[in-house]
């Protein structure tokens, strides 16, 4: 019958260590461990690590501050914005120098991951990191560039309605001009002068304007040839366009007939392929033949010569034997 001594088992622990720390002998876990993990430090995971944060802090800041960046040049915002188009330009070049550093970095730790000499799962680990890495970077750059596109054209409408402010105040100031003076009658006099000028300019500029709509037959005529030469234009590279695809479409069926030959030439080469190894084989073949061949006319010689040898030396002793 088994017994438990868990207990036991921990008093006799809880009385060596109030033993060894009553003679002063300490006990250091990460010294002592049982299961000591013997791992090779590498400068990969920290270096990657570091770029990972640069990254994650870059796209903080512009999340964070997306709102008054963008707020360049919006037609709704006010003039109390906390940021500046200099400190807006600094932002862009700062974000451009930052992915352009991180680009750099993960280009460097991959020509370090592939000079290193490790094993294939590691290099291949390494790899798949550097490729997460470089999306991360390139979803941040999205981000950077949408919200400078969005600046930008909210910067070209706000310039466009300018002008066109602009033109309309400067049309309106050549029209009325207000001229003070110290007398009551002096200003109604340039009052009532100023509204008959304003009414004879109105009335003026209308009748330009429609002057102005109006067109001379050479107008009308230099207008019907610049249309007759933009239609003659256009039906031109119409006629390119379509000669242009059909010559893409003949490219395309001369690549579908390559293909094909290609296939049956790669079938041809395999065949032929097969036919010289077994030349080959045969020709080994053959040479052996031809070295078995010609030791057996050897030996055949060899048995030949012995034979007249021994003929001769017969006759010999019969010659001598009848003397």
């Given at each position: 019958m088994a017994?438990?001594?868990t207990l036991?088992?921990?008093?006799s ?7 060894n720390?009553?003679?002063?002998v300490g ?6 461990e049982i299961?000591k ?18 990254i994650?802090k870059?796209?903080?800041f512009?999340?964070?501050?997306r ?6 040049g ?9 940021m500046?188009?200099?400190?807006r330009d600094?932002i ?7 992915m352009r550093?991180?680009s750099?970095?993960i ?10 000499v490790?094993?294939a ?8 990191v ?8 390139r ?5 950077y560039?949408?919200?400078?596109a ?6 070209v409408?706000?310039?466009?309605l300018?002008?066109l402010?602009s ?11 207000v001229?003070p ?8 006099e ?7 000028e304003v009414?004879d300019?109105?009335?003026n500029l ?10 001379s037959?050479e107008?009308?005529q ?7 030469r ?11 366009v379509?000669?242009?695809e059909g010559?893409?479409v003949?490219?395309?069926r001369l690549?579908?007939?390559f ?17 010289v190894v077994?030349a ?5 073949e053959g040479?052996?033949?031809i ?7 050897a ?12 003929c ?11 003397s």
């Open positions: 017994v438990d001594i036991l088992f921990k008093a622990v809880k009385t060596v260590k109030t033993r720390k009553a003679i002063g006990f250091d876990s990460t010294k002592d299961f993990r013997s791992r090779p430090k590498s400068g990969f995971s920290p270096k990657a690590k570091e770029v990972i944060t640069n994650t870059l796209k903080d512009l999340l964070q501050h709102k008054d960046y963008v707020s360049a919006s037609l709704i915002s006010s003039d109390l914005t906390r500046t188009d200099s400190e600094q862009d070049q700062d974000a451009q120098i930052f550093t991180c750099e970095a280009k460097q730790l991959r020509n370090e991951a592939e000079k290193q490790t094993s799962q590691i290099k291949e680990h390494r790899g798949a550097l490729d997460l890495i470089e999306m991360y970077l979803g941040v750059c999205k981000i560039s949408e919200q400078r969005i600046r930008v054209k909210r910067m409408d706000k310039k466009r300018s002008r402010g033109e309309h105040h400067g049309r309106a100031g050549k029209t009325v001009e001229e003076t110290e007398e009551k009658t002096v200003k109604e340039s009052s009532e002068k100023n509204v008959s009414l300019n109105s009335v209308w009748e330009e304007g429609r002057l102005e709509d109006e067109l037959p107008e009308i230099m207008f019907e040839q610049e249309n007759q933009l239609v003659s234009e256009m039906n031109n590279l119409v006629d390119e379509r000669q242009i010559k893409v003949e490219i395309s690549q579908e007939i293909a094909e030959k290609v296939l049956q030439q790669e079938t041809e080469i395999d065949s032929i392929h097969q036919l077994g080959t084989e045969n020709v080994k040479n052996e033949d070295r078995e061949a010609i030791k057996n006319n030996g055949f010689r060899v048995w030949i010569l012995f034979f007249l040898v021994m001769s030396f017969s006759l010999l002793f019969l010659d001598w034997y009848d």
